[in-house]
C-alpha cells in the first residue's frame, strides 16, 4: 500500500529454536484501527511486539523479515531505539502507571525527549495529553495524586495518555481492556474511536465484539501464521478461509 504507516514483509520471530511467527506480512495505514484476533498462543502479541521492538527485551528473541515504518527500516543498526518507541508507542494489557504523580506519569516522556523548554509547555502537554485520553476532567484538580490511586479504567487511560503525550504516530495496544469492566472498556473504546485517525492504532483482542465494534481491518492469526487479514466487515460476515469461518463461529479457540 503506498499510504502504509507501517509495512511488514516475511517476518518470522523465534524464541530460540521455536518459531513463534511465520512468514508474517501486512500493511498498516496511517487512518485505521486494526485488531488482531486468534486463539491464545497464536502469535498475535508476538507480532504487535515486533512493531516497536519490544521483543529485543527477551535474551533468545531473533525476528528474521523486514518491518518499515514510513519507509525506514525498523530493525537497522542505525534506528534508535528510543525514539522508536516514542513514534510507535505501546499501551499493555494490564495497566502499569508509575509511582508517581498524575501529571508526572504523563510528562515523563516529553521531559525524556526534550518536548518541553519550560514548564508552561509541559503543562500544556499534559493537559492536552490527558484531554485526548478522555482524562482530564477527572484528575484535572489532583494532579499531584499518585497514579495508583486511580480506578483501573482510569489507570489505563492515564497509561494512554502517558502513551500520547510524546505526539507518536502508532499506538499499539496488547489487550488495554481485559482487565477492565464493562464500563470502562467502553470509555475505552470510545476514546479508541476518537483517536482514529490521528494515529495508526493496532490493538490485540480476544474479544471478537470488540474487534467488530474497534477495528476497520482484521487480521486472524493462527498457530503462528497470518490465516486472513482484510475488512472487519468481511473477516466477522464472510471470510475466505474455512479457519476463520470455524474461529468466528466459536468451533475452536
Not at 49 to 73: F, K, Q, W, Y
Not at 154 to 177: F, G, K, S, T, W
Not at 196 to 212: E, F, K, L, S
Request: contains cysteine; hydrophobic residues 40%; glycine residues 8%.
Amino acid at each position: 500500500m503506498t499510504d502504509a504507516k507501517l509495512s511488514a514483509r516475511n517476518v518470522s520471530v523465534f524464541y530460540g529454536a521455536t518459531r513463534a511467527i511465520d512468514d508474517v506480512s501486512m500493511d498498516i495505514t496511517r487512518d485505521e484501527v486494526v485488531a488482531f484476533i486468534g486463539p491464545s498462543g497464536c502469535g498475535k502479541s508476538t507480532f504487535l511486539r515486533t512493531l516497536n521492538r519490544m521483543n529485543d527485551t527477551v535474551a533468545n528473541a531473533r525476528v528474521e523479515g523486514t518491518i518499515l515504518l514510513d519507509g525506514e527500516d525498523v530493525y537497522a543498526p542505525a534506528m534508535d531505539v528510543v525514539e522508536l518507541r516514542a513514534r510507535v508507542g505501546m499501551v499493555f494489557q494490564k495497566p502499569n502507571p508509575f509511582a508517581k504523580s498524575i501529571y508526572a506519569n504523563v510528562a515523563y516522556g516529553p521531559s525524556i525527549h526534550g518536548l518541553a523548554r519550560h514548564r508552561d509547555d509541559m503543562d500544556r502537554i499534559v493537559e492536552d495529553a490527558l484531554r485526548r485520553a478522555g482524562l482530564w476532567d477527572e484528575v484535572k484538580d489532583r494532579l499531584d495524586a499518585s497514579g495508583t490511586t486511580l480506578s483501573g479504567g482510569q489507570q489505563q487511560r492515564l497509561c494512554i495518555a502517558r502513551a500520547i503525550a510524546v505526539d507518536p504516530e502508532v499506538i499499539l495496544m496488547d489487550e488495554p481492556c481485559s482487565a477492565l469492566d464493562p464500563i470502562a472498556t467502553a470509555r475505552i473504546e470510545e476514546l479508541i474511536h476518537e483517536l482514529r485517525g490521528r494515529y495508526a492504532i493496532v490493538i490485540v483482542t480476544h474479544n471478537m465484539q470488540q474487534a467488530a465494534r474497534v477495528s476497520q481491518r482484521t487480521a486472524f492469526f493462527n498457530l503462528g501464521r497470518l490465516v486472513e487479514f482484510g475488512a472487519t466487515s468481511d473477516i466477522f460476515t464472510n471470510p475466505v478461509e474455512e479457519r476463520t469461518k470455524d474461529y468466528i463461529t466459536g468451533r475452536y479457540g
